[in-house]
């Protein structure tokens, strides 16, 4: 019922920042868990930042750690990903989730309904 969809991806250089959004329409997500994921070309998809309902506890993946923040502003619907210190390694497709009841927000099977996402491209 709740549609996700992606915003903010681009092409650029390592080093470059960006700022990803995820707008919720047709329901509600102020009271869940919200994800990141990226899946890169021929590889599995992977969660790489979590955010509790209230936005007080987070979860970052270790290949992206002290580079990336997760946000989230539940008045407007919407879930942010800050990405600075762009990496080659970092290009990938970006897409939101929404999180599950009974899971830890470091699980990734808590997650599900994914939106379409949306592409980073980074270069050397």
């Known amino acids: 019922q709740v549609q996700l969809v992606e915003s903010g991806g681009g092409l650029v250089q390592a080093g470059d920042s960006l700022r990803l959004s995820c707008q919720a329409s047709?329901?509600?997500?102020?009271?869940?868990?919200m994800g990141w994921f990226r899946q890169a070309t021929g590889k599995e998809r992977e969660l790489i930042a979590g955010i509790t309902w209230t936005g007080n506890s987070t979860y970052y993946a270790d290949s992206v750690k002290g580079r990336f923040t997760i946000a989230r502003d539940n008045s407007e619907e919407t879930v942010y990903l800050q990405m600075n210190s762009l990496k080659p390694g970092d290009t990938a497709t970006y897409s939101c989730?929404?999180?599950?009841?009974?899971?830890?927000?470091?699980?990734?099977?808590?997650?599900?309904?994914w939106g379409r996402g949306t592409q980073v491209t980074v270069s050397s």
């Open positions: 047709g329901g509600t997500i102020s009271s869940n868990t």
């Open positions: 989730a929404i999180g599950w009841p009974g899971y830890y927000y470091q699980d990734p099977r808590g997650y599900g309904n």
